[in-house]
């Protein structure tokens, strides 16, 4: 027993120094962790690190522990991952840990700057920050941890660019800077890291060009999310063990190198949402491991490789957003083939150009779970094999060509959560097997020319939220229970042949949020079958054949923002508690048969902008209150029993546009007040009224008015000379009045037949048909006599004619009332209701316009340029602006206010149909944008370079054309002084919806003022300016003609800008047919169409002639196209023309 016990106490005496050796040893490592502990906020997973124990045992922390009698314990790693801790990491002592090999600190809120200090850690192995709050740049010094072999910074918002000095750091196997806010180029001593083989800089602001060519150990490679330029380097091909390559959401231009073809062990192949173009590598189909390939939003021409069968493992295949052309390859669609590619789980060749039909061998890709093709030009029927993809969860074939009958096999699909065939040509009626989907959230069948009754089954899909089956021959009931399960938020169902009531389930159904049944033929009493709902912006009932009142139980849908009811048979009274619709923007409620007086609670709508109100049986005066509405744009309230004096309070109605009074039984005076209405646009209609008194010459103030009718009324005296002011007039109807004296001296009037003028006291002047205004010297009291008998008989068989004449109109409009026909739809009503801005501060429309984008959110985004962005903001109402938002000094580029001047100043002095149209501008402390009319195709250039330019057709591109021509002959030849844009392209030449053409974009137009001397910086576009700015600078009309030629050219051939004009300089297009060198995506032009494209060409090859005097004018190009032409007897068929016989062709 003492033998054991001497025994311990002589281990514990050889053990007691090395113990107080361990203590000292780690007693200044000790103190540094507490120390830094002490500036963490709430460190509650530090607990551990106290004084009490060995920093050997604290949380997180690793010490060696060495043989016994051979050196010192030290820590070697600290990992702290996600352990809550918050504050900065420079009270940490790294001088004090110069034995660690490892520290995490990832996944914690660390901020501030990472101090220079870590440098320090010279043994450092592995150094991971991942996802903190870091804000500095990264330390230069970090190029001294010559053994670093991973190092991760990433997620954090580090600054600056990335220093050199990391490329000494040649042992590094893995670097992630991704996901920071870095910039600058990629060091090009980074490919010296040899041993490199994870790189992930993904998600900053790197630019300049890819330099990474000798990283031949490289196995994953992430640029994505960058604004990297130029082309991906051939030698790319080089990395040939990269399995992951992320080069997405880039600036990358030039075509996809074919050497990427040897990177065989690539398992993913990003390169989406890049400018990349030319054609898809042939031999893409080697890259035989790869599960993911996006190449999307990109360039891209040509036929998809039909290798891209033999990619056995794909998962997920994007190629859409391109303008890939011709088949689908069969080697994807082959029967055989096909299993190949059974693996595919996502399949998206949306917005291209292909063509060919769905074949039925799409039917063995079984493991599909999402399918979209749409937007392409594919044909044929939709084949009955579909329905064996019973994985699909989002199926999507819309804007295609597609026609046929939907097949009752897509009932099989039953995991189908979205179904979107719209805007095809699709026949025929939905098959009763859609009732097997009841997982399907959204079904968009609109735009096509589906018909039949909707099947009662579709009450079986319970969770829909979006049913939009508008623009379609269906007729017959709504389904009973459309609302069952409660869910539905768009039901569209506008534009068919539905009858029937409305179904009274949903009047339950406070889930809506959007309604449109109009256009249909439905009956039934409206307060009935409607409830309310909490959620609804938008509803529409107009142009049906519905009855009752307007339920005051309405006014409680507070988030109603637009509400049409028009061309009903509603009846009853309007509700005053219509008033506390407070986010009312529209309310139309005219064609009915409505009685009583407007509701003066209506003054409380003061986000209105569009009241319509006529065409019913109203009565009383027009409350005052309506003055209090002042962001209306338009009001109608013509066409009822509306009495007394026109208010002076509309003076208050500022941004009115479009103001109509007409065939009511307004008297008294036109207010003097109107004449405040200066941005009066459309129509100011006050005719059909019992008004006297003269013309207020306050009218004149209306500049902008382009419609004016003051007809059967009784005003009386001369026309006031202002109206002269009224330049924008192009109808002005003052018959059947007792006015004299001579019409003003202006276009407008000198235009105008004299029925405008007809049934007058002595009207004289310059309208055609008007005697002339002389004089005639002073009457005799014989005369005078005489005269007076006479206008006494005149007026006394006037009285009995008209009263005879009221009362048979009278009974007329009554049994018309009655019996009144649905009335056809207009076209331009969209056009009528557009939104615009009309107050120069903008605040009064500054918030619109941010709701409508998000603040300008870069997904409204549809074009940019180097002095603005322009988005597209639909409205609450539904309508569509286009706003061009202009850069601000030090936010987002240029800070030249000139020109948002030029463009205001220009489209306000000019008016023509070919020019966009300005509705206003805004310029407030944050933001300054001007707003025109929404042009729905886009630009030219895009739709060339895009998969609707097969829509182009010759028709189209001729009328182009021309509608090019005039606006410039117009701004050059009609407009004083004559205006030269200065930058015509094709991107700056919209289309609407029709393919009419408007010149855009006025930010660097100028005047040619005579006492100018018309000398100017470089502006415009490369490829488009004419050749003499080079050395003179002076700018001249024919500067716009060289642009036209280009454009045209672009047109008609296809290539553009630069491209275009090195193609027309090579002799060997001389010796070229016609019909070789025009568009080939077009058939060769026939007829009298080849006709009018060969004097085309002609006309642009000379307008494109390198001296200006060669040029012809736009007024002479505009006068020649619009010329009937027919081809000269020696002219040559378009067949056998070469492009050098064009110079000679007589126009």
């Not at 009855?547 to 049409?564: E, I, K, M, Q, V």
């Not at 103001?659 to 100011?684: C, E, R």
Request: net charge neutral; hydrophobic share 40%; charged share 15%.
């Amino acid at each position: 027993m003492a033998s054991q016990l001497h025994k311990t106490l002589l281990l514990l005496l050889l053990l007691l120094p090395r113990a107080l050796l361990v203590k000292a040893s780690l007693g200044s490592q000790g103190r540094a962790l507490l120390q830094w502990k002490a500036t963490l906020r709430s460190p509650q997973s530090l607990r551990s690190w106290n004084l009490n124990s060995s920093p050997c045992n604290w949380t997180g922390v690793t010490c060696n522990y060495p043989v016994i009698g051979r050196g010192r314990s030290v820590i070697i790693e600290i990992s702290l991952s996600r352990m809550g801790l918050a504050g900065p990491l420079d009270a940490l002592d790294f001088s004090a840990l110069g034995s660690l090999l490892r520290l995490n600190l990832s996944y914690n809120q660390l901020g501030g700057a990472i101090p220079p200090t870590i440098s320090a850690l010279s043994r450092l192995v592995s150094l991971d920050l991942t996802s903190n709050q870091f804000t500095s740049k990264i330390p230069v010094g970090m190029g001294s941890m010559k053994e670093l072999r991973f190092l991760s910074l990433s997620q954090n918002q580090m600054v600056g660019a990335i220093p050199p000095s990391l490329s000494n750091l040649t042992g590094l196997v893995s670097l992630h800077l991704e996901d920071n806010k870095l910039v600058g180029v990629i060091p090009k001593g980074l490919g010296r890291l040899h041993e490199l083989m994870y790189l992930n800089i993904g998600v900053n602001n790197l630019s300049g060009s890819i330099r990474l060519k000798n990283l031949t150990k490289l196995r994953f490679l992430a640029l994505y999310q960058n604004q990297l330029s130029g082309p991906i380097p051939f030698e790319i091909g080089n990395l040939i063990e990269v399995t992951n390559l992320y080069f997405s959401e880039n600036l990358l231009t030039s075509s996809i190198p074919s050497s990427i073809v040897n990177m065989t062990k690539l398992e993913s192949l990003y390169l989406w949402g890049n400018q990349l173009s030319g054609f898809i590598p042939l031999k893409i189909g080697n890259l035989i491991k790869v599960t993911d390939l996006l190449l999307s939003k990109n360039l891209l021409i040509g036929p998809i490789p039909s290798s891209i069968g033999n990619m056995t493992k794909l998962n997920i295949l994007y190629l859409q957003d391109n303008q890939l052309s011709g088949f689908i390859p069969l080697e994807i669609w082959n029967l055989i083939e096909i299993g190949n590619l059974i693996e595919v789980t996502d399949l998206d060749f949306s917005k291209n150009l292909l063509t060919s039909s769905i074949p039925f061998s799409i039917g063995n890709m079984t493991r599909i779970e999402r399918l979209d093709l749409s937007d392409n030009q594919l044909s044929g029927f939709i084949p009955l094999e579909i329905g064996n993809l019973i994985e699909v969860t989002n199926l999507s074939l819309l804007k295609n060509l597609l026609t046929g009958p939907i097949p009752s096999s897509i009932g099989n699909m039953t995991k189908l959560n979205i179904l979107y065939l719209l805007d095809n040509q699709l026949s025929g009626p939905i098959p009763s097997s859609i009732g097997n989907m009841t997982d399907l959230r959204k079904l968009g069948l609109f735009d096509n020319q589906l018909s039949g009754h909707l099947p009662m089954e579709i009450n079986n899909i319970t969770g829909l939220t979006y049913l939009v089956l508008s623009n379609n021959n269906f007729v017959g009931y709504l389904p009973p229970d459309i609302c069952n399960g409660g869910a539905l938020q768009y039901l569209i169902l506008s534009m068919n042949n539905f009858q029937g009531p409305i179904p009274t389930t949903l009047k339950n159904c406070t889930s809506l949020e959007r309604v449109r049944l109009e256009h249909n033929q439905l009956t039934g009493d409206v307060s009935q079958c409607l409830g309310v709902y909490p959620h609804l912006y938008y509803m529409d009932l107009s142009f049906n054949q519905l009855s009752g009142n307007l339920s005051p139980d309405w006014a409680r849908w507070h988030n109603l923002t637009f509400f049409r009811i028009s061309n009903n048979n509603i009846t009853g009274v309007i509700p005053t508690e219509f008033g506390q619709l407070t986010k009312l923007r529209e309310l139309d409620l005219s064609s009915n048969y409505l009685q009583g007086e407007i509701p003066k609670s209506f003054g409380s709508l003061t986000l209105l902008y569009n009241l319509s109100l006529g065409d019913n049986q109203l009565v009383g005066r027009v409350p005052l209150e309506i003055g209090m509405l002042s962001n209306l744009e338009l009001l109608d309230l013509s066409s009822n029993n509306l009495a007394g004096r026109i208010p002076d309070q509309l003076g208050n109605c500022m941004k009115l546009r479009s103001l109509k009074l007409n065939n009511n039984n307004f008297s008294g005076t036109i207010p003097l007040a109107i004449g405040n209405l200066v941005y009066l646009q459309d129509t100011f209609d006050i005719s059909q009224n019992s008004l006297t008194g003269e013309i207020s010459s306050q009218l004149g103030k209306l500049v902008m008015l382009q419609s004016l009718n003051l007809s059967h009324n009784s005003f009386s005296g001369h026309l006031p000379s202002s109206l002269t002011y009224m330049t924008s007039l192009s109808t002005v109807d003052v018959s059947y009045n007792e006015l004299d004296g001579p019409v003003p001296d202006s276009p407008a009037f000198r235009r105008a037949p004299a029925e405008w003028f007809a049934h007058n006291n002595d009207l004289c002047g310059v309208v055609r048909g008007l005697p002339p205004c002389v004089s005639l010297g002073t009457p005799t009291k014989d005369d005078r006599s005489k005269r007076h008998k006479v206008v006494v008989i005149a007026i006394i068989a006037s009285v009995v004619f008209f009263l005879l004449l009221f009362i048979f109109i009278a009974a007329a409009l009554r049994f018309h009332k009655r019996k009144r026909p649905p009335v056809p739809v207009d076209d331009n009503h969209i056009k009528e209701v557009a939104f615009s801005i009309l107050n120069f501060d903008g605040r009064d429309v500054y918030k619109d316009i941010i709701e409508a984008t998000e603040d300008f959110d870069a997904k409204y985004c549809i074009g940019s340029g180097a002095y603005g962005r322009v988005y597209r903001a639909e409205l609450a109402s539904g309508e569509l602006l286009a706003v061009k938002k202009i850069h601000l000094p030090d936010t987002e580029g240029t800070c030249d206010e000139q020109p948002f001047q030029t463009e205001t100043q220009t489209l306000t002095q000019i008016r023509h149909r070919n020019i966009v149209k300005l509705y206003g501008f805004c310029s407030a402390p944050r933001h300054k944008f001007l707003v025109f009319e929404y042009m729905e195709r886009g630009s030219l250039g895009s739709v060339l370079r895009s998969e609707t330019a097969a829509e182009l057709d010759w028709v189209k591109r001729v009328s182009i054309v021309k509608d090019v021509a005039c606006a410039l002959s117009y701004m050059h030849h009609d407009c004083t002084p004559p205006i030269v844009h200065r930058d015509i392209t094709s991107n700056n030449i919209l289309l609407d919806s029709e393919f009419k053409a408007c010149v855009s974009d006025f930010g660097i137009a100028r005047l040619l003022k005579p006492d100018s001397s018309n000398w100017t910086m470089l502006a415009g576009t490369r490829g488009y300016l004419a050749p003499e700015l080079a050395y003179t600078m002076r700018v001249t009309t024919q500067c716009d003609a060289y642009s036209f030629g280009v454009v045209t050219l672009e047109l008609l051939i296809g290539a553009y800008g630069e491209v275009l004009i090195s193609i027309l300089s090579s002799s060997p297009i001389n010796d070229s047919f016609v019909k070789d060198v025009l568009d080939r995506r077009l058939p060769v032009p026939e007829g009298q169409v080849a006709d009018e494209v060969v004097a085309i060409l002609s006309l642009a090859l000379r307008s494109v002639d390198n001296s200006p005097e060669s040029r012809p004018t736009m007024k002479q190009v505009s006068d020649k196209l619009c010329a009937v032409r027919t081809p000269p007897p020696s002219l040559r068929s378009i067949d056998a023309l070469k492009f050098s016989d064009l110079m000679s062709v007589e126009i």
